[in-house]
């Protein structure tokens, strides 16, 4: 069993960054796939960005690549989100992710998933 708790979350102007956490507990943490979710009020839940167990392969959705960086700290068994020049379109409640496997996994097949942590950006 994997305990994913998310972080950092906040309200933000637009053009300002946040960098969201993702601790997790329980099993070996650096065998995992971890990702990033989002849902915006009124839409469904979709994908940001995946990276695979080693941290080495990562995938974003297209809407913030450029923006947005995933990475995994194995020895501290978190995971992070950093967002950068964020804009209002991306206010949500953001979700971390967990599974075991080799590669990036862009949909909503993971085992284990946090509570989630609201990001809201101004205009």
């Known amino acids: 069993q994997v305990h994913l708790v998310e972080s950092g979350g906040g309200l933000v102007q637009a053009g300002g960054s946040l960098r969201l956490s993702c601790a997790a507990s329980g099993r070996t943490f650096s065998d995992y796939a971890m990702g990033w979710f989002r849902q915006a009020p009124g839409k469904e839940r979709e994908f940001v960005a995946g990276?695979?167990?080693?941290?080495?392969?990562?995938n974003y959705a297209d809407s913030v690549k450029g923006r947005f960086t995933i990475s995994k700290d194995r020895a501290k068994n978190t995971a992070y989100l950093q967002m950068n020049n964020l804009r209002p379109e991306d206010t949500a409640v953001y979700y971390c992710a967990a599974r075991d496997g080799s590669r990036v996994y862009t949909r909503e097949e993971y085992d284990y998933w946090g509570q989630g942590t609201q990001v809201t950006v101004s205009s």
């Open positions: 990276i695979n167990w080693s941290g080495i392969i990562r």
